[in-house]
């Protein structure tokens, strides 16, 4: 499927498309908000579009609940998050999905090292 969408040229080779974490950053999630709510002004439910957020939602936890059950102690270790932003060459930090488990982390005692190239 990847590769027939990217085959495509008003997709390309260099669209997000590939299979991954839940989507965050400042642009795409707020969108899809937006949508649903569009969708219910016209008196639309929005159905595809809700479970895809609720999907979303569930995927986001995935990390904090893999370290949890890898490491019980997970209070005493230390770890160290690669990449910050949703994609390379931005900066912003909206929506962070690796600040968000960066403060999960640290609530759970944690130590924290971060880096963005």
Sequence with gaps: MEQGLRSESR??????IRAGSAFAGGTLARDV????KIAGEHGQEAVLIKAILRS???HKDWAMRRLETLFPNLGQIKV????????PGTDTLRRSSSVELCSALL???????CFDP
Excluded: S
């Design 11 to 16: 997709i390309g080779p260099k669209a997000y």
């Design 33 to 36: 908000v937006t949508l649903t």
């Design 56 to 58: 979303n939602e569930g």
């Design 107 to 113: 609530m759970r005692g944690c130590v924290v090292y």
């Design 80 to 87: 160290a998050v690669l990449g910050l932003t949703y994609k």
